[in-house]
């Protein structure tokens, strides 16, 4: 039976980017596990949304990395700078450096901090990682759709299917004749009575 305590995502991020975060997280929960409105709708574990007052915080933020299937990393210069961001990923980076299970999601929200001043520097561990591109508003929808594609267990898509062109198209009566392009066999006796009679 389901836990009713599990979350599909946990969201990192720095209180600067808070706004656009619990956005993002009202979108995510608007969402079902399947995409059909039968199927339960995802969970995010938030820390607004998940821990009360009096909670013990490391306690609850620990929890929330166990019982979470996935754990996004939104990325801007303030999540990078602050130590309460890096106690969560570096966390999460330890028990699987290289990301084998594919668990942590890199959400790349801006270059550069709010005030202009510094721009986003990457650690080692997500140098390497594909990420999910926010930094444009009107590239949302394409990137929020991967992502929940991602929540659901779905493979990027592919290219649509096209008529082809390089096939060879046969008559069902007709046999491809393999020796067709093949040079004819004339043997070295032919060929002398050819020439001498010439």
Not at 5 to 32: G, M, P, R
Not at 55 to 77: C, E, I, W, Y
Not at 162 to 188: F, K, Q
């Amino acid at each position: 039976m389901e836990s009713d305590n599990l979350k599909d995502i946990f969201l990192s991020y720095n209180k600067a980017d808070k706004k656009w975060v619990h956005d993002l997280a009202a979108q995510i929960e608007s969402e079902t596990l399947d995409g059909t409105p039968a199927s339960r709708k995802l969970r995010v574990f938030l820390d607004e949304w998940d821990m009360d007052v009096g909670d013990n915080m490391v306690n609850k933020m620990n929890t929330g990395l166990k019982v979470s299937r996935f754990f996004a990393v939104v990325m801007s210069p303030e999540f990078f700078g602050s130590g309460w961001t890096n106690f969560e990923w570096t966390h999460v980076v330890s028990q699987d450096p290289t990301n084998t299970k594919r668990r942590i999601i890199p959400i790349f929200l801006r270059e550069t901090t709010l005030d202009g001043k510094q721009r986003i520097e990457f650690p080692a561990p997500f140098n390497v990682l594909k990420y999910l591109d926010f930094r444009e508003t009107k590239a949302f929808s394409t990137y929020f759709l991967r992502l929940i594609q991602r929540i659901r267990g779905m493979q990027p898509e592919r290219g649509e299917q096209r008529t082809p062109l390089a096939s060879i198209v046969a008559n069902s009566n007709d046999e491809i004749d393999a020796t067709r392009a093949e040079p004819d066999h004339v043997s070295h006796e032919h060929y002398l009575r050819a020439f001498a009679s010439a």
